[in-house]
């Protein structure tokens, strides 16, 4: 199986019977790592080819497997067909992502035009979904090998396709590509080139930056948790900024808490940066004559100078270049013209130019019209001639400019461009955890050693939230575990796909954390490095939070049924603070029935009654007690004695 079939929403299926028994070794070495992600991840140190989420689908195929082959034997159809239903979920989720991104692939202008002039587009499309339903059917039935051949004809007609759309593009596009994708390789670039171009950012980041990669280009998008490798949404960003000469974050994000007030100073100081550099980097690009790409290990030689002299069959651009003429190489590097020669034959070319200045390390004439002939064909050179370009690297650099951007936005700059808000707690040096592995902690079992038990982590946390929106937000939450997987895997994406807030902070207790929220204030809550999902979260309760909490520590006391905190004069502890919230939140829930509030001399006691338990709030300051008993919701009824 091609390893072009390996990518973010798929699943690897070309396991060798070594790496099959390398997988064994490490589950029995490993076995006693009671959390599974932890546990992936150290066996994928030993299976470099493999991904977290190839060695998690097939553990979990594997486990399936041979709980069929016992279930075949020791219980009844009933029980088989809960296995079934569960493989088929997973594959279901395939081949939605798949179809989805081969839908983005025929909406797009190029592939209507090749339908236009009756390319076979359409039918590699229509081709793939067939193979697609016939794949899932063979998951039903547990015919996995069967689906090797559908994988690997799916694997060449997306191939084709690719190279199709390729074919298509005019051919003063391939050397003028569009100013997003010049500022994503400069980006890439400069971060790939830290150190030459003085870049202020630790090498950990920048990795973090340009780690990832994908099989298929999804339409660019601002919305959501960015998508790897993150140096594509940054140079979205920064393409953004410089158009409208001022800081633009990747989107409009919605104010859920109060940020920090210095970046609005800092953001000012960005856009003065952004509109003096940016115009620098503009400029430069602007001064090219022609652009061209260069092959490895060619241009690294290139761009340290030992390669001086670029041949290729000429074109009818290549007239434009004089001495003092700018060349772009790669959408990255600017190079001056220093000479340009024309000849009939690259035999003759080497003849007249040096071998190793053309070629390093070539040194005879045959062996650089060898090297050249697998650059171009002998056709070609027949037809148009070859040209020599005598080049040398220019001083002024477009990368100069964008390290200069990077490194004053440092940190927290690259931060708020990628789409994270800032608050107290915040962690300045993070980079968000990649969708792959949001979605992989979300779909663990939540109690794998009970047999029959598929209920996942992400679904568990949702049956207990189900109930607390008065506006039904999160829906019903019924039928079986795959039921109820695929109707919370359904909440999560849309989180994932739509949010508008996103940070990475410290929250007691459960330390660094990433989480994040949609319009409405729901949200979702991950570690910080997404290998475990913490929870959903309902939405802030800003005002009392703001005004009853950090302002005054006037609530010491807190009960849920018969367990109560003692009085204290202290600050407020983050766990009063959950307490209070937790009171807001249950006075909220559908099945609240009323509030009581009884005043004394010295405190006010809130009880809110629900259908299956008392909670009780002490408040010791009355001007904070309305407050509360205002942000109460408007239905319920309130009983103040």
Known sequence: MSSAMKHQTGIALNWSFQEIAILDNCLIKYASEPNLVKRYLKIKLELEDKTVRDIAMFCRWKHNKESNRKRRKEEDNGSRRLSVVDNKEIID???ASSNSNLDVIAQSPLVLREQQHGVVTNELIEQNKQMFSEITANFTTLKLIDNLTFFSKIGENIRKLLSDLNKNVPETMKYMPPLPEKLKEMVRFTLENREEFGLELTGDFCSGLLSGDSLLLSEEVFAGVPEYPLYKRLALSLLKSIGSGCFCESFEKISMVE?????????DEWSKMIIQKGSQLVNALKDRACEFQVQEPLFSLMKDGIKTVEARCFEAEYDRLRRGSMVMVHKCLMFEVMEVHQYPSI???LKAESPEKVFPGIETVEEGTQMFRKLYH?????????????LTKSVSQPCVALAHIL?????IGVQRLLGLSHTIGSIFHALPPPRSMLLASFMLPYKPQIKGCTLTHGARALAKHVGRSSDRFWGVLHGTDSDKNRFAMDIINRFISHCCWMNMHIVPPHGEVFEIRVAQGYGARWSRDGTKFIGFLEPYIEDVLRESLYISPTVVSCSLCRRRLASTTD???PKQIHEIKDFLLTARRKDARSVKIKRSKDLVKFKVRCSRYL???????KEKADKLKQSLPPGLSVQDL
């Open 259 to 267: 940020e920090l007030i210095w970046l609005n100073e800092r953001e």
């Open 571 to 573: 600050p407020i502890m």
């Open 378 to 390: 002998v056709d070609q050179e027949k037809i148009n001639g070859v040209v020599a370009i005598h």
């Open 347 to 349: 035999y003759e070319l």
């Open 407 to 411: 490194s004053g936005l440092s940190y």
């Open 93 to 95: 989720m395939v081949v």
């Open 615 to 621: 909670y009780t709030l002490c408040v010791f300051d």
